[in-house]
T-cell receptor
């Protein structure tokens, strides 16, 4: 099993540019989560999907952030326009929905630097 | 609403010392509890989890945690830490729906 796959692993961009982060969940998992981790704020849940449908996006910081899940095997997190304060590590995680004992499996993360 | 509180933000220990990291949650019903570990530069990995049965749960690398329902606690323990245990540790709870609530994390630094 390849685990949760994220790309790119590192992204350096300039302020104002559009950034797209990608995630492929573990096959058979039907819940997908996007997190942001910084030293100051720790691990923050941005949004999660069940069966490709966004369930809770209350953690999305502002309208510059958007996430989609067009099918069960792919999700994107887009930041447009990006700002230096968006610099963070973005993690994607997946799990099997419907069982609260099911753990989440995390991807390796995308380290985003906005100059 | 569910919440998780980790008492210590930063813990420094010497090798071979015993470890206990505190975790309390707020939810009155049935819960499932997790401890995740994040080694420097890596992603979060499951250390152990509790969902039913024996309240003393054993995980990988010699870690264990005890669920005490009356205290709403799920403290992580290890009798003798190693330098390689240097990492950040996250307690998490899932009581309903599909959202796992994570604590703020405890950074553990082991001195060689």
């Amino acid at each position: 099993d390849a685990g949760v796959i994220q790309s790119p692993r590192h992204e350096v961009t300039e302020m104002g540019q559009e950034v797209t982060l990608r995630c492929k969940p573990i096959s058979g998992h039907n819940s997908l989560f996007w997190y942001r981790q910084t030293m100051m704020r720790g691990l923050e849940l941005l949004i999660y999907f069940n069966n490709n449908v966004p369930i809770d996006d209350s953690g999305m910081p502002e309208d510059r952030f958007s996430a989609k899940m067009p099918n069960a095997s792919f999700s994107t997190l887009k930041i447009q326009p990006s700002e230096p304060r968006d610099s963070a590590v973005y993690f994607c995680a997946s799990r099997i929905a419907g069982g609260t004992y099911n753990e989440q499996f995390f991807g390796p993360g995308t380290r985003l630097t906005v100059l | 609403a569910q919440s998780v509180s980790q008492h210590n933000h930063h813990v420094i220990l010497s090798e071979a010392a015993s470890l206990e990291l505190g975790c309390n949650y707020s939810y009155g019903g049935t819960v499932n509890l997790f401890w995740y570990v994040q080694y420097p530069g890596q992603h979060l990995q499951l250390l152990l989890k509790y969902f039913s049965g024996d309240p003393l749960v054993k995980g990988i690398k010699g870690f264990e945690a005890e669920f005490i329902k009356s205290k709403f606690s799920f403290n992580l323990r290890k009798p003798s830490v190693q330098w390689s245990d240097t990492a950040e540790y996250f307690c998490a709870v899932n009581a309903r729906d599909d959202k796992i609530i994570f604590g703020k994390g405890t950074r553990l630094h082991i001195l060689p």
